[in-house]
């Protein structure tokens, strides 16, 4: 059996690994040039920034397993930050109002020594075609289909395709094969401003992340380890997230100008007077978030041989997407050989 993935982030890699452990020749599609997707991590000559999904939880006890494998592994430790929660979060906030986040039940992971290797533990040897943007499926027959991408290539023929694009996207592609897709546009997700900051000095905060500290942004921590920053010269690294309202009302506006609106909520929100900034990149994404997913974990259709699927079909999070490829894949093996 020959099957398509489109997608290399947690949801199409998931899937991969399923149906690959199973015996089927499994091919991945992705349009970037690495794999992680939304599990993203830009690299400067200043250091990493983990610019997408900033700390990953399980509530599931398979995802919990999943993440303490990958610990083991290495590719994930656990994320204690000093975290401050609302419009609270200022330089001058007592001590008293820093909370450490983990609690037995609400432990932080990130990907290590950086958040897009968290998918190391699925990378299993099927082959990855990077580069390659899927531009249309095609069906050549009832049992097999072929693939274009927007560079004039036709691979396959494929038994069955799993798409895991963000929702409007894989609405794109599967739309027109069958109107059994047609609830995928009614999936609504939300863009996400990301401003990666280099200080020439360490912020002078006594946290290292902030949960909504201002109405126009959701989230800003120090990449890196707060106890590294007396043994590490400088520069000091942020992230920040926009909140999905105003990245929505900016969302079309020129990266230098968001870079420096970014910036002087940063220093509202912080309430402390901003080191010199050695650099500054910003990173608009247009589906970074759902606000209104599907409601259940993938949905089938052309008698079960294209699947669609991805954390919008359960949620917000990374382990929606987790779940959301491991019960494709699982369909799909129903399918395919009962
Ligand atoms: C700014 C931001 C902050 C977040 N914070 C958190 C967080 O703290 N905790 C958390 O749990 N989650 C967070 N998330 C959400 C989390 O990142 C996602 O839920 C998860 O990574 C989605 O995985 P996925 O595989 O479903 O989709 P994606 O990671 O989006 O993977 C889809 C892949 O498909 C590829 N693709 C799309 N179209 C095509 C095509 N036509 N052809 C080939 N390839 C294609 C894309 O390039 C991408 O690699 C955040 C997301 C963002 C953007």
Redesign the pocket.
């Known amino acids: 059996m020959n099957i398509a993935v489109?997608?290399?982030?947690?949801?199409?890699?998931?899937a991969a690994a399923t149906l690959h452990a199973v015996g089927f020749c499994v091919t991945v599609?992705?349009?970037?040039r690495g794999?992680?997707?939304?599990?993203?991590t830009r690299r400067t000559e200043l250091g990493n920034f983990n610019?997408?999904?900033?700390?990953?939880?399980a509530l599931h006890p398979e995802f919990q397993s999943f993440l303490q494998q990958a610990e083991h592994q290495k590719s994930v430790r656990k994320w204690q930050p000093h975290l401050l929660r609302g419009e609270k979060a200022t330089a001058g906030a007592p001590a008293s109002a820093l909370k450490r986040t983990n609690t037995a039940a609400d432990i932080w992971y990130q990907g290590s020594p950086q958040m897009n290797k968290l998918i190391t533990p699925l990378l299993d040897p099927f082959e990855i075609r990077k580069e390659?943007?899927?531009?249309c499926i095609e069906t050549a027959g009832p049992r097999s289909f072929i693939l274009h991408?927007?560079l004039d290539g036709e691979f396959g023929p494929f038994d069955g395709v799993i798409?895991?694009?963000?929702a409007p996207?894989?609405a794109?592609?599967l739309q027109p094969l069958a109107p059994r897709f047609d609830p995928i546009a009614d999936v609504e997700m939300a863009p996400?401003w990301?401003a990666m900051i280099a200080f020439a000095k360490p912020l002078p905060t006594a946290f290292d992340a902030m949960i909504h500290p201002d109405p126009a942004i959701s989230?800003a921590a120090r990449n890196g380890d707060h106890r590294d920053l007396i043994h590490r010269p400088s520069p000091d690294l942020w992230v920040l997230?926009a909140s999905p309202e105003w990245s929505r009302d900016h969302l079309e506006e020129d990266k230098e100008r968001i870079a420096f609106l970014l910036l002087e909520k940063l220093h509202k929100a912080s309430g402390a007077k901003l080191p010199d900034v050695v650099s500054i990149n910003t990173?608009r994404?247009r589906?970074?978030?759902?606000i209104k997913p599907l409601g259940k974990s993938h949905l089938s259709g052309m008698n079960g041989r294209v699947i669609a699927?991805?954390?919008?079909?359960l949620?917000?999070?990374?382990?929606?997407?987790?779940r959301?490829?491991k019960c494709a894949a699982h369909a799909m093996i129903e399918t395919l050989i009962g």
């Open positions: 489109i997608g290399a982030g947690m949801a199409g890699l998931r599609f992705e349009k970037s794999a992680g997707g939304r599990l993203a610019h997408g999904a900033q700390y990953v939880t390659h943007r899927i531009t991408d927007d798409v895991t694009a963000p996207q894989t794109e592609l996400c990301a989230w997230h990173h994404w589906y970074a978030r759902t699927a991805g954390d919008w079909c949620g917000a999070r990374v382990e929606a997407a987790w959301s490829g």
